[in-house]
């Protein structure tokens, strides 16, 4: 069951959120940024396994994967932005696929509609912090 009370996302400081939380030009500095950290991922974590452990899932797939269940979220509430398409990162869609078709994984996922309701309001309270200050 996803709890949002145990994530905690320092949208100030991690690169990997702050396309979610900026506006204008910091927000396309912050999405080239993003396509950067992907590329390095796909190029040198990936490579050319099907998960980053080889064959098998294990826990650096398990923490990516929860990055990207979250990130698509976060696509769909800027809106514009989808990061990990079959012709820019080939292989690291194909490891969305096979990650998010293994049944451990496809019955255990978070619900996203819940995910998206969390992300929007975590984001309007870190909007309003900022507007505070």
């Known amino acids: 069951m996803f709890d949002p009370n145990l994530i905690n996302i320092s949208l100030q400081t991690q690169p990997m959120w ?11 500095k912050a ?11 796909e190029e040198h974590g ?9 064959d098998q899932i294990g826990v650096a797939d398990l923490v990516f994967g929860m990055v990207i269940h979250m990130l698509a979220a976060m696509e769909e509430l800027v809106g514009g932005v989808k990061f990990i398409k079959a012709d820019s990162f080939p292989r690291l869609h194909a490891w969305v ?37």
């Open 46 to 54: 990936l490579g050319d396994k099907n998960f980053f452990g080889g």
């Open 97 to 133: 696929r096979h990650f998010s078709e293994h049944p451990v994984i496809k019955d255990n996922v978070p619900d996203y509609t819940r995910v998206v309701d969390f992300l929007k309001k975590r984001r309007e309270l870190y909007w309003k912090s900022q507007h505070n200050h």
């Open 31 to 41: 999405i080239e940024n993003n396509y950067e950290i992907l590329r390095t991922i």
């Open 18 to 28: 702050e396309f979610f939380a900026k506006h204008g030009e910091e927000q396309q």
